[in-house]
């Protein structure tokens, strides 16, 4: 079982900055794939951003260049650093972990950029 907590949204002006926390409760391998989704209103759910066991990191277009994804497997943790915000990355984003076929996903945390 893993729980996954997000953390660190809310309302920032355009060209700011934002750093998301994903907390991992009860069992997580270093072998699960760690990404933050995010569903804008009346729109799907797309990737952001990803991240293997190996260090492997791949970003939406959108995003490329703006966001980093990190993990800390010690800390049971994986970050989504989001810099040079845009009005466009305004959406609920979501912690997601899986392994195989396996997937986890947290509940959500809220994203503005507005000015």
């Known amino acids: 079982q893993v729980q996954l907590v997000e953390s660190g949204g809310g309302l920032v002006q355009p060209g700011g900055s934002l750093r998301l926390s994903c907390a991992a409760s009860?069992?997580?391998?270093?072998?699960?794939?760690m990404s933050w989704y995010r569903q804008a209103p009346g729109k799907q759910r797309e990737l952001v951003a990803s991240?293997?066991?190996?260090?492997?990191?791949n970003y939406a277009d959108s995003v490329k260049g703006r966001f980093t994804i990190s993990r800390d497997n010690v800390k049971s943790t994986v970050y989504l650093q989001m810099d040079s915000l845009k009005p466009e990355d305004t959406a609920v984003y979501y912690c997601?972990?899986?392994?195989?076929?396996?997937?986890?996903w947290g509940q959500g945390t809220q994203v503005a950029v507005s000015s």
């Open positions: 997601n972990a899986a392994i195989g076929f396996r997937n986890y």
């Open positions: 009860g069992t997580i391998s270093r072998l699960y794939v």
């Open positions: 991240i293997t066991s190996g260090g492997i990191t």
